[in-house]
Nanobody, 124 residues
């Protein structure tokens, strides 16, 4: 199995940028479909982005399309979420996740492993 640890969250002003990292250990990222989700208090965990670099393909949730980019560094076995043009509504705890499947998916129930989350706060 794989262990996931997120970092890179923090406080940023609206319009700014942050890059989240998700370090994977135990297995290589290529073995999984990877995803980013976010959650605010009282709401369900929301899909942000997904990618599978072996099979090919990325997909983004509508609220972040054109602003966020999912990527990876093979040598570091690390996935990233570059977040640009941040808005106050992007404030949430962000989680990375891994799914034992080759097809990308937006469904959180399809993901088998989760990190502990990192807080992102965007001030207006």
């Amino acid at each position: 199995q794989v262990q996931l640890v997120e970092s890179g969250g923090g406080l940023v002003q609206a319009g700014g940028s942050l890059r989240l990292s998700c370090v994977a250990s135990g297995r290589t990222l290529d073995m999984y479909t990877m995803g980013w989700f976010r959650q605010t208090p009282g709401k369900e965990r929301e899909f942000v982005a997904t990618a599978n670099w072996s099979a090919g393909g990325t997909y983004y949730g509508d609220p972040v399309k054109g602003r966020f980019i999912i990527s990876r560094d093979n040598a570091k076995n690390t996935m990233y979420l570059q977040m640009n043009s941040l808005k106050p509504e992007d404030t949430a705890v962000y989680y990375c996740a891994a799914a034992r499947r080759s097809a990308i998916t937006t469904s959180r129930s399809q993901y088998d492993y989760w990190g502990q989350g990192t807080q992102v706060t965007v001030s207006s």
